[in-house]
């Protein structure tokens, strides 16, 4: 089944304690991004990814940090994650960058800094 | 600058009902692209539709119906008989030529809720 894949569903953490949540898609797809979605504020882009090895800053970048060793891959970093960054991550892939190509979502991660 | 404005918040409606979603955008740019996602209460966004700027067809997809309009800068979305299934926050999205980063750029979202 295609599909994008995020993990932890689900992460209570404490301010200061770095974390990763991964993000996986089986569909080759080229383009990745990711987004955080709050109350009042809507979905904003973080980070995305064009190919392996290429990222770059979407709106909303500080305080996260990405990588794209494998194409496959795209995890989000929270190096010292602070109560602002509460929130719903997704992560979204597409075939390509760009306009055209339909992003789809992964299921969502919900975090809790504390 | 690129925008999108769903100005229903909240919509309630008794099943069987039909109802209509509005979406209007703003961009500079000629050729965009147009979505909309469905976020039920689990919380995952489930992609429902893409339409393009230059193709103004109506497109119909069982109870699903969406209307372009490019000269009101409208992308509306109806439910046929909605049942209580259909109950979620839908989101309209739109995505421009040169976007930068290919972002998404997201409505408010309308929050439907079905009652049976």
């Known amino acids: 089944e295609a599909q994008v894949t995020q993990n932890p569903r689900y992460l209570i953490t404490v301010t200061g304690k770095k974390l990763t949540v991964t993000c996986s898609q089986n569909?080759?797809?080229?383009?990745m991004s990711w987004y955080r979605q709050d109350p009042g504020l809507g979905l904003r882009q973080i980070y995305y990814?064009?190919?392996?090895?290429?990222?770059d800053k979407g709106d909303v970048p500080e305080g996260y940090k990405v990588s794209r060793k494998e194409k496959r891959n795209f995890p989000l970093i929270l190096e010292s994650p602070s109560p602002n960054q509460t929130s719903l991550y997704f992560c979204?892939?597409?075939?390509?960058?760009?306009?055209?190509?339909?992003?789809?979502f992964g299921p969502g991660t919900r975090l809790l800094v504390l | 600058a690129q925008k999108v404005t769903q100005a229903q918040t909240e919509i309630s409606v008794v099943e069987k009902e039909d109802v209509t979603l509005d979406c209007v955008y703003e961009?500079?740019?000629?050729?965009?692209?147009l979505f909309w996602y469905k976020q039920p209460p689990s919380g995952e966004l489930v992609f429902l539709i893409r339409?393009?700027?230059?193709?103004?067809q109506n497109e119909i997809s069982g109870r699903y119906s969406w209307n372009f309009q490019k000269s009101t800068s409208s992308f509306n979305f109806t439910i046929t008989a909605s049942q209580v299934v259909d109950s979620a926050v839908y989101f309209c999205?739109?995505?421009?030529?040169?976007?930068?980063?290919?972002?998404?750029?997201f409505g408010q979202g309308t929050e439907l809720s079905v009652k049976p």
């Open positions: 979204a892939s597409s075939l390509q960058q760009g306009a055209k190509k339909t992003q789809y």
């Open positions: 569909m080759n797809h080229e383009y």
């Open positions: 990814s064009m190919n392996v090895e290429v990222t």
């Open positions: 961009t500079r740019d000629t050729t965009y692209y």
């Open positions: 339409r393009n700027s230059f193709d103004e």
């Open positions: 999205a739109l995505s421009g030529s040169y976007n930068q980063g290919g972002k998404l750029i």
